[in-house]
């Protein structure tokens, strides 16, 4: 349906530390969302932005010796940038410091107070700054050094400080009737299993206000204490359309979000304590998460201290930007953890886009060229192999769609160059080069099919690649308003008689440095 709302959005960002390829990892699968809900006519919100409050930052503000403020407004800059340097096409980018943030999120914490699920009282016990979550002793175990650690290889602190309390104990029936009457709430299952089996063990109420430091934002008429940073965080979604104004134009439209993309360490805080925290101020909870794997570099995960950081701007520089965005959404299952690799990379590259997609669209074109004047021939009658090719490369697009939605893009890829190499059995088979001496009319029919193939695989492939999607219809002189998918199945395609500029490889072969030596 034309014009549906599409909301959707990326985890905020921890400032304290510079984005590495994880991050740009989470973006551009939303990123590919959101274009393709555009391309599809629908009416997407697209927010990323940044995490600044909490103690990490802090620390991590006075370790680089600056107030925590021009800490974040400095470290920030860093996730902007990226978000051009991949090509997001992001509608909004949050801060948690702003003053919208700051005032929605105070008015969301009155009304979760005076609807009676807030009390003061004491946190002691284990707190990992790294996760910014508080741990039960059960949950513990210890490192090669003997230090008490979190599940996910935190340190551990233990903390004893006044402290505001969520009842979330009293929202386990409620979550559990929210997950099973919303069987696609949570993605992948696996991941939804696991949530809902945390659920039926039990919650303990959440201590969600912090004492013993300062950076954050204070409890309305209790400025002694901060709130718990995930609270304040999660609420960024809501504060990017316009809460606490839930009659506003934009909350109406957009809220609940459609997706909210997570990796999966950051699961637990999306599907079950905000769900809880918006139900506790009447609020309707998203309609889904999904909590895709890690991209581990050399089978680890990247971490700093690792020394294993690849950032998005390396592989960028080394590859090129949507060989890049093809590659990570390609090469691991979304949904898995996955290596990234410099052959892999190259595989990618020099396979599926310079010989498949790169090398059908240029020796097409070159031909077309080369023996039809330039322009788009003129076809005669086509045959059943014609218009089988054709109907392929439309009707792929409801798988792809499929797909998307399940947030499986390497099967929705997948999907499109099955094409791709129907299309290149196409060329073998109609030989067309042989058709220029004994049947140029075929040859121009088989020409012109072709081209009209190409058209349709680059309106699919725009998401992913945007610039070279948009060379390649540049290429064939396709309109910018004939690039929808709307446009896709859309008859007469390419334009019989069009001039087509001179072709020049959208693909170009990585040559490795080593090899080539
Ligand atoms: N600030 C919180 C999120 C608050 S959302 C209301 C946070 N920030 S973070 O900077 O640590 O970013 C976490 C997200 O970055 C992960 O959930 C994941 O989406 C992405 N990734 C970080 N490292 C990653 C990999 N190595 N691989 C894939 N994604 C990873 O948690």
Redesign the pocket.
């Known amino acids: 349906m034309a014009d549906q709302p599409y909301y959707l959005t ?5 400032v ?2 510079k984005p ?4 740009a ?2 973006t551009l699968a939303c990123d590919v969302l959101a274009r393709f809900h555009r391309l599809d006519g629908d009416d997407v919100h697209f927010l990323t932005g940044t ?1 600044e409050h909490g103690q990490k930052v802090e620390k991590s503000a006075q370790a680089a010796g600056v107030d925590p403020q021009a800490f974040t407004d400095q470290v920030s800059q860093n996730f902007r940038r990226l978000a051009e340097d991949m090509n997001y096409s992001n509608d909004d980018f949050i801060r948690t410091t702003e003053p919208r943030h700051i005032e929605a999120t105070q008015a969301l914490w009155r009304k979760i107070r005076d609807n009676g699920h807030i009390y003061l009282g004491h946190y002691e016990g284990w707190y990992a700054v790294r996760d ?1 979550a508080f741990y039960a002793e059960s949950e513990l175990t210890k490192d090669d050094n003997g230090n008490k650690v979190a599940p996910s290889g935190a340190e551990v602190e233990w903390v004893k400080e006044p402290s505001y309390f969520f009842d979330l104990s009293k929202w386990q029936q409620p979550l559990l009737d929210y997950y099973d009457a919303n069987p696609d709430f949570i993605g992948p299952d696996t991941r939804r299993n696991e949530v809902v089996s945390f659920v039926a063990g039990g919650l303990d109420d959440l201590s969600v206000s912090r004492t013993s430091f300062k950076w954050g934002i204070p409890v309305p008429d209790d400025p002694e204490h901060i709130m718990y ?2 609270l304040d ?2 609420n ?2 809501q504060t990017a359309v316009g809460y606490p104004d839930t009659e506003s134009s934009l909350y109406s439209k957009y809220w609940p979000a459609d997706l909210h ?6 699961l637990r ?2 599907a079950v304590y905000w769900p809880a925290f918006l139900m506790a101020a009447d609020l309707a909870p998203p309609k889904r998460v999904y909590a ?6 050399r089978g680890e ?2 971490s700093k201290s690792l020394g294993n950081v690849v950032t998005a701007g390396d592989l960028v520089d080394r590859y090129g930007l949507d060989p890049v965005r093809y590659y990570l959404l390609r090469e691991v299952p979304f949904g898995q953890d996955g290596y990234i690799s410099h052959e892999t990379m190259v595989g990618r590259i020099n396979s599926d886009l310079a010989n498949d997609l790169g090398n059908l669209a240029q020796r097409v074109l070159s031909m077309i060229v080369k023996n039809c004047d330039a322009k788009v021939p003129q076809p005669q009658a086509l045959t059943a192999d014609d218009t089988t090719i054709i109907a392929a490369a439309t009707d792929v697009l409801a798988a792809v769609r499929g797909e998307f939605e399940r947030q499986a893009f390497h099967r929705g890829l997948e999907a499109i160059w099955k094409i791709v190499g129907d299309a290149n059995r196409y060329v073998d088979a109609q030989a067309p080069w042989e058709l220029r001496k004994t049947d140029p009319e075929r040859m121009a029919t088989v020409l012109f099919v072709l081209a009209d193939v190409i058209r349709r695989l680059a309106i699919l492939v725009q998401p992913i690649m945007p610039d070279a999607a948009s060379a390649m219809l540049d290429q064939l002189a396709i309109a910018e308003d004939d690039r929808t998918f709307a446009a896709l199945g859309a008859d007469p395609a390419v334009v019989p008689g069009a001039e087509l500029p001179k072709p020049s490889p959208v693909f170009p072969r990585y040559v490795d440095d080593e090899t080539a030596a």
Do not use: R, S
């Open positions: 990326t985890p905020i960002y921890y304290n530390d590495h390829i994880g991050h990892y989470t995490d910014e940073v995930w965080a999660l960024n979604y993309m997570v990796g999966k360490d950051i805080f999306h895709h794997g890690w991209l581990l570099n995960k990247m």
